[in-house]
């Protein structure tokens, strides 16, 4: 008897949950967010917010955190490539935190989202979602990453703050230089295109009034008779500050050693640009890793076998960039959107030193540097 009343209580138990299952199916529960029904013929979007690829200059602490409130619109599409608009868009209200949930009727759309200093303050970023494809009973992801307003663009005009620290190591002194220059809209900047300042080593110094938008910045460093370059993106946003530090070291002057040298900010995530590096010759292209080295020698006579430790010749490629250009000494060097192709003792790879190269490149929601270190041996 009591055998037969187990039996039945397992029974009973696996019929009950069979029923709220097929309950949950049936009335289209979010499967991400068990506690929420999707209300009946809708769909449900996850939007999640961040920051680009920031191996850029960015505001601290460089993520969304920084950002007070955020507005957000929905625009609805004909088609899937979301081209054709279908009516107006509808701008349902504001929200805080890093992350929103939206209901949604079955059909095509992307979302726009604006970022906010403060509670209904100005905007001051922007961003826009991939197209979306929503049907009902069933929920959708997206990431807006989200970029600074150009200083003329409507709403988002407002100037933020540069902060800047050179140091050295490895006994180097000398002189330093900084060259700003806008990257877009430079007629509503004209005081930065080409603006340079004069940094003391080791004290941080500040530029208050920079207008929001996308610049490239060209750090010079002269030794003696000697110089050494590094450029990189700075992406300035209304009221916010962006800081850069970076430190020149003895391999980056003739003669001087090998040590690799890391910029002085975070490197996150996303679409980051990837390095190719294409030896010459038969073999697999090596991919480099950001801020990675190649090592390159002048004196192949030298060498016990071609190629082995380092090259004469390399060619490097990137990915993950719409557009790009490469830039050494502070300068656009090579062919913009083509490979590059490094020799030791070509110009500007002539002396015995440690070079860095940038590219500064554009993808679907601004401009972003990414850099790597190329080594001149005898």
């Known amino acids: 008897m009591k055998t037969m009343n187990k039996t039945c209580g397992k029974l009973a138990a696996l019929t009950a949950a069979l029923l709220v299952t097929a309950v949950l199916i049936t009335a289209c529960v979010d499967p991400i967010n068990l506690g929420y029904q999707i209300p009946e013929g809708m769909g449900r979007l996850y939007l999640n917010l961040g920051n680009n690829n920031p191996r850029s200059i960015l505001p601290a602490p460089g993520s969304v955190s920084m950002f007070a409130q955020f507005t957000y619109s929905i625009q609805e599409y004909n088609e899937a490539a979301c081209t054709s608009v279908k009516g107006s868009a509808t701008t349902p209200d504001t929200f805080s935190g890093a992350n929103k949930s939206i209901d949604l009727s079955p059909g095509f759309y992307r979302v726009i989202v604006t970022g906010r200093l403060t509670i209904s303050g100005a905007d001051v970023a922007t961003g826009t979602s991939t197209p979306i494809e929503m049907t009902a009973g069933a929920s959708e992801n997206r990431t807006v990453n989200l970029s600074p307003y150009a200083y003329d663009a409507a709403g988002g005009a407002g100037n933020g703050t540069f902060t800047y620290t050179i140091d050295t190591t490895g006994g180097v002194t000398g002189t330093c230089q900084i060259v700003i220059t806008s990257l877009v809209n430079s007629a509503s900047s004209p005081a930065y295109n080409g603006e340079t300042l004069t940094p003391t080593v080791g004290t941080k110094g500040t530029l208050s009034t920079i207008p929001s938008g996308f610049y490239i910045v060209d750090t010079e460093f ?148 990414s850099k790597f270190t190329v080594e001149i041996t005898d």
Do not use: C, M
């Open 222 to 369: 002269t030794s003696g008779t000697d110089k050494a370059y590094t450029s990189d993106v700075l992406h300035i946003y209304k009221g916010f500050t962006s800081d850069f530090t970076y430190n020149f070291d003895a391999s980056q002057f003739p003669a001087g050693g090998t040590v690799v040298i890391t910029p002085g900010w975070t490197d996150p995530t996303d679409t980051k640009p990837v390095f190719t590096q294409l030896k010459n010759g038969p073999g697999t292209p090596i991919t480099l890793p950001e801020n990675g080295t190649i090592a390159l020698s002048k004196d192949l006579a030298a060498l016990e076998v071609p190629e082995t430790p380092a090259p004469d010749n390399v060619v490097v490629a990137i990915t993950n960039f719409t557009t790009y250009t490469w830039r050494v000494n502070g300068a656009v060097t090579g062919t913009a959107n083509t490979q590059l192709t490094i020799t030791a003792g070509i110009a500007p790879f002539t002396e015995t030193k440690t070079y860095t190269v940038t590219a500064v490149g554009t993808n679907a929601t601004g401009y972003y540097s």
